[in-house]
C-alpha cells in the first residue's frame, strides 16, 4: 500500500526540541523529493521544508530557517524533522509529503505538533 | 505569489455542478495544482498542470485557466465531494498555497 505515516508529535514547552518522522512504504522512496509542509489550526497549508532524492539539496521557508532541520535516511524509507526553538506559531499538524516538479502527489494524515507553556 | 481562494465556503446541494476560483499574484503559466481535504484525513492530491486530473480522480473534476486566473468545477456534486480545496502554485520558488474554499452542502 502506497502510504506516509508521520509521528513523532505531541506537545512541548516554548523554546523545546521535537523530532518527527515520516515512514515511506508501497513506493521507491530513494527516488523521490519529499517535503514537510504544516497547518495551523483553522488556517490554510504552509511549505516548510524539502529534501532532495539523495539529500543533497534542501531548502527552507524563512520562518523556520536556522531552527528546523530536515533529513533522510533512504536505507529506512524515513523522512525526518527536527524541530528546535520551537514557538507558539509552530503549532500546527505537520505533514509529509512526496513531490512531483514542486506539487505533492502523496500526503501523510499528519501529527499534531503543540508549542505552549 | 500570493494565491487567494474565492468564495471563502460554497453552499451547493448534492447533484448540482460547483465552481470556484484561484487567483495569483502574478502569472505562473499553468503551474497550478489542486487539493481536496476532509476533516482529519490527509489532503488528497486532485489535478496539476491546470488541468490534468491525477490518478483515479473522477472525470467530474476538471480544472482550467492560466496565467493568473483558475478554476476547479465538480461537475455534480458527490457525498464524498463536501470538503476544503486548496490550490497551489509551483511556478516560483517557495511553493505556496491559496487559504482553501469550503464546499459545504446546501
Known amino acids: 500500500q502506497v502510504q506516509l505515516v508521520e509521528s513523532g508529535g505531541g506537545l512541548v514547552k516554548p523554546g523545546g526540541s521535537l523530532r518527527l518522522s515520516c515512514a515511506a512504504s508501497?513506493?521507491?522512496?530513494?527516488?523521490?523529493?519529499m517535503s514537510w509542509i504544516r497547518q495551523a489550526p483553522g488556517k490554510g497549508l504552509e511549505w516548510v521544508s524539502y529534501i532532495s532524492d539523495s539529500g543533497t539539496i534542501i531548502h527552507y521557508a524563512d520562518s523556520v530557517k536556522g531552527r528546523f532541520t530536515i533529513s533522510r535516511d533512504n536505507a529506512k524509507n524515513s523522512l525526518y524533522l527536527q524541530m528546535n526553538s520551537l514557538r507558539a506559531e509552530d503549532t500546527a499538524v505537520y505533514y509529509c509529503a512526496r513531490e512531483s516538479a514542486w506539487y505533492f502527489n502523496l500526503w501523510g494524515r499528519g501529527t499534531l505538533v503543540t508549542v505552549s507553556s | 505569489i500570493v494565491m487567494t481562494q474565492s468564495p471563502a465556503t460554497l453552499s451547493v446541494s448534492p447533484g448540482e455542478r460547483a465552481t470556484f476560483s484561484c487567483r495569483a499574484s502574478q502569472s505562473l503559466s499553468t503551474s497550478l495544482a489542486w487539493y481536496q481535504q476532509k476533516p482529519g484525513q490527509a489532503p488528497r492530491f486532485l489535478i496539476y498542470?491546470?488541468?490534468t486530473r491525477a490518478t483515479g480522480i473522477p472525470a467530474r473534476f476538471s480544472g482550467s485557466g492560466s496565467g493568473t486566473e483558475f478554476t476547479l468545477t465538480i461537475s455534480s456534486l458527490q457525498s464524498e465531494d463536501f470538503a476544503v480545496y486548496y490550490c497551489?502554485?509551483?511556478?516560483?520558488?517557495?511553493?505556496?498555497f491559496g487559504q482553501g474554499t469550503k464546499v459545504e452542502i446546501k
Open positions: 498542470g491546470a488541468s
Open positions: 497551489q502554485q509551483y511556478s516560483n520558488w517557495p511553493p505556496t
Open positions: 508501497g513506493f521507491t522512496f530513494s527516488d523521490h523529493y
